[in-house]
């Protein structure tokens, strides 16, 4: 069925607006990391189901494609279990710039499995992006134990959501958005609720209003934000659609200085110019190569 989208690079715009609230969502929240990653998929998983009635689409899954949707199912779970820890140690601005560089992992499976040659702008764009993540690092060595603990985390969501977009791309082309996200979404609450489970870090939230930030976390940057990576997975290489999410930060940190007052810090400010100049030179490579995409 075909849509009115000719341009890709409108639905991966529109979904790193929605993710980037995600950050300022997280913050507003009281309650401890692992519940807040919990309860995010959980509404996310709820949402999911109750769209399923209304869904007409195949549902048959080849025994390869289900396992890997489960293993992506497992890396998302991974990665927000990770990444919104890092919230609750350092900035906004260095844990959003930090996570997205998860197109460095993207590219990398890219190349070494699915032969995706990402060029020499890529290649480029990449170390930039390496540049950029050194430089926002070593600002924060400064603030203390606390920050650096921060960006490992985020690094290490990075690493998790980079693997898990390339097994998307693996997987989406044979596999509808539907019952891919249903496996996802699910598997992840259940694998952040197993490691909150075995570690004690599983508790209710702190207070009635962060499952009204929690309900919009799934809403916005997972419904309408992650959805739509999801979608253009199917239509695009892994390496443009992990690049686009590093539009991410501009929007976080523009939040972030308006609601908290939280300004990034200079090192944080030169290190996610790079970066985003690196993603502006993907999608201006990206926007003229591709035409309609399928729904």
């Not at 959003?96 to 499976?109: D, H, K, N, Y």
């Not at 690493?159 to 249903?182: D, E, Q």
């Amino acid at each position: 069925m075909k849509n009115s989208f000719k341009n890709p690079g409108l639905l991966l715009a529109i979904g790193v607006f929605f993710v980037s609230w995600a950050s300022i969502l997280i913050r507003l929240c009281q309650s401890d990391p692992t519940s807040i990653a919990f309860f995010r998929m959980f509404f996310s998983t709820i949402m999911v189901l109750l769209y399923l009635p209304f869904y007409h689409g195949g549902w048959f899954i080849q025994r390869r494609y289900l396992v890997l949707s489960i293993l992506s199912g497992i890396l998302l779970g991974l990665h927000f279990y990770t990444w919104v820890a890092s919230l609750k140690y350092t900035s906004i601005a260095s844990s959003v710039v930090l996570v997205t560089t998860q197109p460095i992992f993207v590219a990398i499976l890219g190349y070494f499995i699915l032969r995706e040659n990402i060029g020499i702008t890529g290649i480029f764009c990449v170390a930039m992006a390496i540049g950029g993540s050194y430089i926002v690092a070593h600002g924060d060595f400064d603030f203390g134990a606390d920050y650096l603990r921060g960006d490992i985390l985020a690094l290490l969501g990075a690493l998790f959501a980079g693997s898990y977009l390339f097994i998307g791309r693996v997987v989406r082309p044979h596999v509808n958005l539907a019952p891919y996200i249903t496996i996802v979404y699910t598997v992840s609450a259940i694998v952040i609720a197993f490691l909150g489970t075995i570690t004690g870090s599983l508790s209710l939230p702190a207070r009635g209003i962060d499952y009204i930030y929690m309900f919009l976390m799934a809403l916005g940057p997972t419904i309408l934000g992650h959805n739509l990576y999801n979608y253009a997975l199917r239509h695009l290489p892994a390496f443009p659609v992990g690049m686009s999410i590093l539009g991410e930060p501009v929007f976080a940190i523009i939040w972030a200085i308006i609601i908290f007052a939280e300004m990034p810090s200079l090192y944080t400010f030169v290190g996610g110019i790079i970066i985003l100049l690196a993603v502006t030179l993907v999608m201006l490579k990206l926007l003229p190569e591709r035409g309609a995409i399928e729904a």
